[in-house]
């Protein structure tokens, strides 16, 4: 079976080809040089480049793998969440195909497949806790196979990545600043006291992070000047040790953070030994350790994506996509496309 999948839904255009499960090809064209001169994704100009990109980027992978669109068997759209006019450049395209070529069309939850993206290369098992921790969402899931994913918990405000990149914004490094405070917490020693670990006083599993930018703001304010370091700071070469010991204390707490909602609900399903971690904060070196140690201690499993496929990429849209039709599942032509906010329907149909 053969599956194309497109990803569009924020400042990435990625298609990706999943041959019988495998990843055989993907091709990705970041914005994030565009957007990073406004401190932020632009809605307006992410869609339109992706307009700019999408059929190019077609015509390289499947000229690359010496394909034609009347070969693929699927093709799995990213169909929310997202920004709306991003979402509906990459469905436009989609549904167009499966017009033109027959195949059938398969929309996918974008953050499911991040989710699943950790089954690429390997078996997941399930049932599994999922930890998603993006840019714009940190939720934690129940699955009880690839089609059986429930929501248990939530940020209620800022996602982890989200605190990521504004405490590196008040720090003045450059946009988006998780990756580059994760490298420089790497150099520093972190100090427990210097930043709480929010909202773990209740009985849920939900988040709050805004509370640690404005830690991280008063922080910064009373302990740096404005000049001790170049900004932005795109490097951790030029970067003092009081700025490291701040990140690895920041990141600290963030991961800290996670970690004891996740043990709080794996100790609520006693039956669930496997742990599924991913989004782009999965990419943190911090928090991949940590939760492997946690597997360990509680005798079960981690499986997390390679760092390179935590950020968006259509290798999980497609490999999402190949999950759900093998389950025997399919999406009708007229599926919409679900902004951030909206919950997104069970709508698929029996092929
Ligand atoms: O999943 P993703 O590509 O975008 C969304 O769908 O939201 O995640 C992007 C987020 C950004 O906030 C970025 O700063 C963060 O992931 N991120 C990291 C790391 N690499 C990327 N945060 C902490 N440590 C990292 N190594
Ligand atoms: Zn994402």
Sequence with gaps: ??????????????????????????????????????????????????LRFIGGLYDILMERQGLGAGELDAVAVARGPGLLGCL???????????????????????????????????RLE???????????HTNIYHMASPVEITQLGRTLDDAAGEAFDKCGKVLGLAYPGGRLLDALARRGRADAAMFPRPYLDNDNLDFSFSGLKTAASLYAAAHFAPDAWPRPLESVDSAPEALCDMCASFNLAVVETLE????????????????????????????????????????GQVAMPEPSLCTDNAAMIAHAGYLVHAHGLESRLDLEAIPRGRAIPDDFVRA
Excluded: W
């Design 1 to 50: 079976m053969l599956v194309l999948g497109i990803e569009s839904s924020c400042d990435e255009t990625g298609l990706a080809l999943v041959r019988d499960g495998r990843l055989a090809d993907h091709v990705l064209a970041s914005q994030a040089d565009i957007h990073a001169l406004f401190g932020g994704v632009v809605p307006e100009l992410a869609s339109r480049e992706h």
């Design 88 to 122: 509906l450049v990459g469905m436009a395209f989609a549904k167009g195909l499966c017009l033109g070529c027959g195949a059938r069309l398969v929309g996918v939850n974008h953050l499911h497949a991040h989710l699943l993206a950790a089954g690429i290369g390997h």
């Design 126 to 136: 399930f049932p599994a806790l999922g930890l998603l921790v993006s840019g714009g």
């Design 260 to 299: 004891a909602k996740v043990e709080r609900a794996l100790d609520r399903y006693p039956a669930v030994r496997n742990l599924i971690v991913a989004g782009g904060v999965a990419a943190n070196s911090l928090l991949r350790s940590r939760m492997h140690d946690l597997m360990r201690r509680r005798g």
